[in-house]
């Protein structure tokens, strides 16, 4: 009852901590003696701060990481939704961001969706370094008094005690994946994120920010800045300098423990905090966004984006190599890009010019809609293959 006391005060900012005694281990045990009287003297026995700061650490990590697994479980809810009212929507996909090909738009959502999926699974992985239980190891040797390591365990909710007492007070590769994780998670949210801000741009034009999340400049009343977004892709430098810092701690430290590991929370709770700022920005940014399907749809036409499909009909019709059709599609293309035409809009008997076995069926591979129709293969951007990995997404991911 004593320690639940002192617990309540610290939650209710009651307790009053003495700059003299020299941690937070001592201000509690001294505040238990104020409560209990001298009984507070046995709450050290057979334990070190080595062992008891390892395992609360362990035991927030593990907390953490099932809220951020929680967090992610929205995103991708939020994402998924979007992909569904976007199944035939049309946009570019890009290769060196150049316009490459036509994609379903709801495809290229799920694309972030299988990144959280797999920055999921690293979580769930990690987990298991984490319910190994420290308590009991001491400073670095065990004790000599006659604890049950695998009842504190089962009390604690670890799956079992660690098996190597060095190793426990010195470990912090579960520190390094965690950081590790939440960078990798960060980068996949900074890539959203600079997607969101090009396509906001005036040369895009795929996307209009909401105003929560974007401000104005102090000299130009036509701005609106993606600073939601800018932030998210900036906070993953903090993580990686934070990945960095705790390899950097660790590659020259000798067993066991060294005052040097006491950084490791800083790095940590400091991580923690960026990237689960960046998972809320990115909610509510892609909750709130709306889409310009005429711009994306646009930005397909203009750019020839179905001049694979020609060669592919080329090859699949008229039995030349890939090479053969790739060199007369590129004549077909200029031609197009001389007079400004879209591809389905050139004349039968022009394109025959280049090739008089080509025939009118080759109109059904040059629009937009067709050549993503076409892409029916597992992993394309078919609209049927599309569903069918939403459908998928929901019952395997969420």
């Given amino acids: ?100 090909q036509p994609i379903s738009f709801a495809h290229y959502l799920l694309a972030y969706v299988e990144m959280f999926k797999r920055d999921k699974k690293r979580f769930k992985n990690n987990l298991e370094n984490l319910f190994e239980n420290p308590l009991g190891v001491a400073a670095l040797t065990g004790t000599s008094f006659n604890i049950d390591r695998n009842y504190t365990s089962k009390k604690l909710k670890f799956k079992s005690p660690t098996n190597n007492s060095i190793d426990t007070v010195s470990d912090r590769d579960f520190v390094v ?23 906001a741009s005036e040369h895009f034009k795929f996307v209009k920010l909401p105003d929560q999340l974007s401000t104005g400049s102090s000299i130009m009343p036509q701005k609106k800045n993606p600073d939601g977004a800018e932030l998210v892709r900036s906070n993953v430098a903090n993580a990686i300098g934070h990945l960095n810092s705790i390899l950097v701690i660790l590659k020259g430290l000798p067993l066991a423990y060294s005052k040097d590991l006491q950084n490791d929370k800083k790095l940590t709770f400091d991580t923690y905090d960026n990237i689960l700022l960046s998972v809320q920005v990115m909610q509510e940014t892609i909750k709130k966004i709306e889409f310009n ?21 080329l090859v699949k019709n008229l039995k030349y190599t890939f090479r053969q059709a790739h060199q007369i599609t590129g004549k077909i293309v200029s031609y197009a890009q001389t007079n400004n035409i879209k591809l ?23 629009s937009s809609i067709d050549s993503m129709k076409n892409k029916s293969s597992i992993g394309g951007t078919s609209p049927e293959t599309v569903k069918k990995a939403i459908q998928y997404a929901i019952k395997k991911y969420l």
């Fill in 293 to 313: 399907k005429k711009e994306m749809l646009d930005s397909v036409d203009k750019s020839f984006a179905t001049a694979t499909d020609l060669a592919d009909w």
């Fill in 177 to 199: 994946e965690y950081i590790f994780v939440l960078t990798l998670l960060g980068i996949h949210l900074s890539r959203l994120a600079e997607e969101i801000i090009l396509w």
């Fill in 1 to 100: 009852w004593g320690l639940n006391r002192i617990r309540n005060e610290i939650i209710k900012k009651k307790f009053k901590f003495n700059s003299n005694l020299e941690d937070i281990h001592m201000n509690i045990e001294s505040r238990l003696f104020e409560i209990v009287g001298e009984e507070a003297g046995f709450i050290h026995t057979g334990r070190s701060r080595n062992d008891q700061v390892i395992t609360d650490f362990k035991i927030w990590l593990r907390s953490s990481t099932l809220e951020i697994i929680n967090y992610l479980n929205n995103l991708e809810k939020i994402i998924i939704k979007n992909a569904e009212k976007n199944v035939k929507t049309i946009m570019p996909g890009f290769t060196h961001l150049k316009n490459a």
């Fill in 344 to 366: 389905s809009e050139i004349p039968l008997k022009k394109i025959q010019k280049f090739d008089k076995k080509i025939t009118k069926n080759i109109f059904k591979e040059l």
